[in-house]
């Protein structure tokens, strides 16, 4: 090993982490949610982890004809849909399930040519307003896409903007119910936050994404503390020198830290240039040889400082955990004003990433 930063990502925690959320719903189906890369785990390393879902949402039709030609026969799910009309030729191809969200989507499928009707996941703007149709349009649009020999099976689909809180389904599960009303329709509604916190949003499937991959849909790990998730990617690094600080003394750009009095610090090799957020402030927790401690000064793009006061045995290539089971990614992402998604999305392809 070269520069020793390196993410390592526990595939026997994603399949615990799919337990959890299987004993969450279990009268429900499960799309794994693999969007922006398996949310930066890489989705060739991951998908394999995942097999006993009973399907895979994401967003890019490239990503989606990959995990076909890897092998995967069941349901794949584009929750933005297609793009372009010209995209329907290869849904049709990989027998890939569109969203609806839009109305040049419903002509497109009605024009389309295709080998086999296509099943689709009709979208209810459930007060988010990001995408789909208002519930007072579902049931004319439902109506219209029931008849269109293109489409094969048909499902509700809407998100919420608000599942983190207690009350925060009510509006949109009323939105739903008018849009719904009337129609026989299998519906998925919930994703991570949904899936551990509001049963009655589970329906037919639910849609999980950052709770496969040990991290909370609140931003506070608290929340998720005894739900038996467990985190899957790990970022370390190692100490790769130290310094000796005097009271006064100033550490890295903008000498946004002083020293108060006699300071051992060791420095990391891990910066913003390997996805560690440059904007967390001294005093973000990290983990030096197993202890605690926390950063100092401005992270730098290829290195960051800690303080190891509370370990005074650690020196040069002392194991520093930067995220994963001892420094929770949402402890980091909080400090840094983000939530854990951000962070492990951002992990840069310069860091090697083993699988465990
Ligand atoms: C990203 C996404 C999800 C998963 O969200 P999490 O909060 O990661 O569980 C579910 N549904 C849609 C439409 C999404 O875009």
Known sequence: M???????????????????????????????VVKADAYGHGLKRVWG???????????????????????WKGPILLLEGFFHADELELFDKYRLTTSVHSNWQIKAIQDARLNAPLDIYLKVNSGMNRLGFTPDRVSTVWQILRKV??????????????????????????????????LECPRSLANSAATLWHPETHYDWVRPGIILYGASPSGQW???????????MTLSSQIIAVQNLKPGDTVGYGSRYTATQEQRIGIVACGYAD?????????????????????????????????????PNAGIGAPVELWGNGIKID????????VGYEL???????VPVVTV
Not at 3 to 15: G, K, M, Q, T, Y
Not at 159 to 176: L, N, T, W, Y
Not at 286 to 307: E, I, K, N, P
């Open 2 to 32: 070269s520069r020793p930063v390196e993410a390592s990502i526990d595939l026997s925690a994603l399949r615990q982490n799919l337990n959890v959320v299987r004993r969450a719903a279990p009268e429900s189906r499960v799309w794994s």
């Open 49 to 71: 982890a995942l097999r006993e879902t009973d399907g895979f949402a994401m967003l890019n039709l490239e990503d989606a004809i990959q995990l076909r030609e890897w092998g």
């Open 149 to 182: 020999p293109n489409v094969g099976a048909m499902t509700l689909m809407s998100h919420f903007a608000d599942a983190e809180k207690s009350e925060g389904v009510e509006r949109p599960m009323q939105r739903i119910e008018q849009a719904a009303e009337g």
């Open 222 to 232: 608290q929340d998720v503390a005894n739900s038996g998730i467990k985190p899957v």
């Open 275 to 311: 996805g560690y957020p440059r904007i967390a402030p001294s005093g973000t927790p990290v983990m030096v040889d197993s202890v605690r401690t926390t950063t100092v000064g401005t992270v730098s793009m290829d290195m960051l400082a800690v303080d190891l006061t509370p370990c």
């Open 331 to 338: 402890d980091v992402a909080a400090c840094a004003g983000s």
């Open 344 to 350: 492990m999305c951002a992990l840069a392809p310069r």
